[in-house]
Every structure is written in C-alpha cells, then in structure tokens.
T-cell receptor
Framework: DAGITQSPRHKVTETGTPVTLRCHQTENHRYMYWYRQDPGHGLRLIHYSYGVKDTDKGEVSDGYSVSRSKTEDFLLTLESATSSQTSVYFC?????????FGPGTRLLVL | AQSVSQHNHHVILSEAASLELGCNYS??????LFWYVQYPGQHLQLLLK??????LVKGIKGFEAEFIKSKFSFNLRKPSVQWSDTAEYFC????????????FGKGTHLIIQP
C-alpha cells in the first residue's frame, strides 16, 4: 500500500464550512497527488506536489488549495465546501513513474 | 489536452468467460500506460503498466494488456474471469512519462456472474 494513510476516512460537513484532508506517507516520496473520484468521471487530478512547498494545479483545482510543509504530509483544503465537492478523495504518491493510491476519504457536503 | 476513452462502461460476464476491456488515448508522443482495479469499497490497485519494450505486458491475477501504438490503444485482457474479478477497472495515461499526474478513463464496471 506504499505507506499512504489518509485522514479522516469519512467526513460529513455543511455547505460553507472549511474542510482539510490529510495525506501522510512514510517513504519520503517526492511527488504527491490529490484526485477526486466521481461516478461517470473516473479520477480527476486536483493538485499535485513535486516537493516541499512546490505545488501545481490539476484539471479540477477550482475551490481547492493545498499545502506541503513537510515531505510526508500533503494537505487538501476546501476553503468553503459546496455540495459539488461531495466526492471520494484519493491521495497518491509516485515512485518515479508509477503512482500508488491511498485508501481514500469519503466526503459528504450537505 | 490528452484524454482516455474506455468504451465499455458496464460489462457483465459469466465465470470462465474471456474478457477484453478497451482503452484508447489521445496523445501523440511517448506515454506510460496503466490499468488500475478498484474492488468494491477499496482503493485503486495497480494491475499492470507499460513504459516501453514488449508491447504485451502481464500483470497480477492473470491479467495482460497489449499496447498498439498505431491504434493508440491499450486493451486489457484475461482468458478466463472469476467471480472475484468483479470490480471497476480504470485505464490511465501519463503523457511523456513525467510526474504531472495521470489522466484516467471513466472506468468500466465489471460484474462476473457465478
């Protein structure tokens, strides 16, 4: 499982509240990613990081921000959650050319 | 922008049937190609990958895939499916082999009937 954990695993929140999801890895991989999974869309890249404090936007970055102050942690923040952000969020790491995924966080925005 | 098409969104097969799931991508340069599987309630697991060399790649659990460059395709196959293969299957592309993130197809939901 490439030593990836995500927290929380499940969260219910209300529209307009801030939410932060955490991805933690134990193997010092440089590249980390956040994806969202929605029925009929597969997985779509939100943001990724190529090192501490180095991040870039993906395909669906609007409404999301990220931070990476330590190699092992990659945080995804929804500044003001909306119902359209109800989804399953997966973190991934890259070993160079292959990505491995965490267990996911199921987020429901009411 | 690159895209990945998976032609079959839902597939229902009986045990022991042969399986082929289609995947086409739109990118003219070098690509790394992947198939991931997601069993019910679980995270994505890597089935197999292609970077270069022999276009027929073998993965875990008896799966294989063939890269056909001229057709921009990377179809997944298994000669004889089992009930435990029931899952969602995703094709993904990494254009240029870099680390900018994967582009996924929309997935194929495979149901194997006993």
């Amino acid at each position: 499982d490439a030593g990836i954990t995500q927290s929380p695993r499940h969260k219910v929140t209300e529209t307009g509240t801030p939410v932060t999801l955490r991805c933690h890895q134990t193997e010092n991989h440089r590249y980390m990613y956040w994806y969202r999974q929605d029925p009929g869309h597969g997985l779509r890249l939100i943001h990724y990081s190529y090192g501490v404090k180095d991040t870039d936007k993906g395909e669906v970055s609007d409404g999301y921000s990220v931070s990476r102050s330590k190699t092992e942690d990659f945080l995804l923040t929804l500044e003001s959650a909306t119902s359209s952000q109800t989804s399953v969020y997966f973190c991934a790491i890259s070993t160079g050319e292959t990505q491995y995924f965490g267990p996911g966080t199921r987020l429901l925005v009411l | 922008a690159q895209s990945v098409s998976q032609h079959n969104h839902h597939v229902i097969l009986s045990e022991a049937a042969s399986l082929e799931l289609g995947c086409n991508y739109s990118y003219g340069g070098t690509v790394n190609l992947f198939w991931y599987v997601q069993y019910p309630g679980q995270h994505l697991q890597l089935l197999l990958k292609y970077f270069s060399g022999d276009p027929l790649v073998k993965g875990i659990k008896g799966f294989e895939a063939e890269f056909i460059k001229s057709k921009f395709s990377f179809n997944l196959r298994k000669p004889s499916v089992q009930w435990s293969d029931t899952a969602e299957y995703f094709c993904a592309v990494n254009p240029g082999g870099g680390a900018d993130g994967l582009t996924f197809g929309k997935g194929t939901h495979l149901i194997i009937q006993p």
